[in-house]
């Protein structure tokens, strides 16, 4: 039943392959799609729908998606289809194929998402590094809530004063749900302290070890999406 579930929440997603990408969203809806972080390789969308409101037909390349507010969507495809779903909030799903379809928020309350999309494929070395995993050797802090052959996607949390054991990532987009004040180790000793607002993205294109400590008063919460079609960029 479970599974049945989170297949009918992926037509909000899936909706329709295309190799045409021609129609951003953030170009059809602006009022809709902010992009909040865009290289040659990944995009980060925030996407906002209020009660009623529609975007026009467009187009997404392969993405993760991060259901920050839940609701009640209308999906038209491009052949005339409709199909009603609500996505809950929390919902985590990812679609490998790009996708053409119109959205509309058909419920009573503000819906907010965010789509991990990637530009490319590249290929991973054969040589595959073994990380040492954080969801190993700090299962307290990260959970992971979906793993494929294309992604890892991890829920991040740091209570006050709350540390995590030396581990690495892969290639990653970050969302941070909400943010506070870090404290950043690296391998040689080196210690960072950063600031890091509510809903702060980044992205890392090369393996990154590190231990993390959250030395500020309020919990930290953060989403992961490691990349694992996308290998480092050419030197």
Do not use: W
């Not at 993760?64 to 009640?72: C, H, P, R, S």
């Not at 590094?129 to 991040?156: A, F, G, H, R």
């Amino acid at each position: 039943m479970k599974r049945l579930f989170i297949i009918t929440i992926l037509l909000f997603f899936i909706s329709c392959s295309s190799n045409d990408i021609s129609l951003l969203p953030e170009k059809v809806s602006p009022d809709v799609y902010k992009v909040l972080l865009e290289n040659e390789d990944i995009k980060i969308l925030e996407v906002t729908f209020t009660p009623g409101q529609s975007d026009n037909m467009h187009e997404h390349y392969p993405a993760t998606v991060y259901i920050v507010e839940g609701g009640k969507a209308q999906v038209t495809l491009p052949d005339g289809t409709v199909n009603e779903i609500k996505p809950p909030t929390g919902l985590i799903a990812h679609n490998p194929e790009k996708a053409r379809h119109q959205v509309k928020n058909i419920g009573d309350n503000t819906m907010k998402i965010i789509l991990f999309e990637r530009k490319n494929t590249r290929a991973v070395t054969n040589t595959k590094q073994e990380l040492i995993l954080p969801e190993k050797v700090s299962p307290d802090v990260y959970k992971v809530l979906l793993e494929n052959e294309e992604v890892k996607v991890t829920e991040v949390t740091f209570q006050p004063g709350q540390g995590d054991e030396m581990h690495q990532h892969g290639l990653m987009s970050i969302y941070g749900i909400t943010g506070g004040k870090l404290q950043n180790t690296s391998p040689d000793g080196t210690v960072r302290e950063m600031e890091v607002p509510d809903g702060f993205v980044g992205h890392r294109n090369t393996v990154t070890t590190h231990q993390m400590k959250n030395i500020g008063d309020t919990t930290i919460k953060v989403i992961l999406v490691e990349h694992k079609k996308l290998g480092p960029p050419k030197a």
